[in-house]
């Protein structure tokens, strides 16, 4: 899935800021900085995880990658200041709902570029008025019991 979604962004990615929410092991923030992306922010809540992540910064000698260890709501909650993301990564545990809530902080907290793409990861009977209404949905596969879509926001 990580390399069809790559191929998706292949023209996209050079250049672009990445928010990258429910980080884990930061493979698509990592992933998007290794093919040209300016900037990640990885957010991730699992503290034994943001520390494997700034391990791994260490290591590449990446300056490039942001960690902050909050919940992502607690993190879109706050407002992005100056800051507007290119390329969102979204990917949550699945049954939470957290789809819906962090679709429409992106939205209500002014988040995303114009344009911005975003990567939804998500079980397939994910509801429809999960994803803004002007939010194009121009990608979309499935494997097994997940979909995965990319959509850009519309003016």
């Known amino acids: 899935m990580r390399e069809t979604l790559f191929n998706w ?22 992933e998007a900085l290794s093919r040209g992306a300016t900037r990640a922010v990885l957010v991730e809540k ?4 943001t520390q494997q992540l700034e391990a791994h910064l260490r290591t590449l000698h990446c300056d490039d990658a942001v960690i902050v ?5 607690q993190f879109l909650q706050r407002g992005p200041g100056d800051a507007r993301y290119d390329v969102v990564f979204l990917d949550p545990p699945f049954g939470e709902g957290l789809i819906a809530t962090c679709t429409k902080l ?8 114009p344009g ?9 009977d ?30």
């Open 69 to 73: 260890h909050l919940f992502a709501e």
């Open 46 to 49: 699992s503290a034994t995880a």
């Open 106 to 113: 992106l939205e209500e907290k002014n988040w995303l570029a």
């Open 9 to 30: 962004l292949q023209n996209n990615i050079r250049g672009a800021h990445c928010l990258d929410l429910f980080a884990g092991s930061g493979a698509l923030g990592l």
């Open 126 to 155: 994910l509801p429809a008025t999960d994803i803004p209404a002007h939010w194009h949905i121009d990608r979309e596969k499935t494997a097994g019991k997940i979909i995965y879509r990319l959509a850009t926001r519309q003016s």
């Open 116 to 124: 911005a793409l975003i990567y939804l990861e998500s079980e397939q």
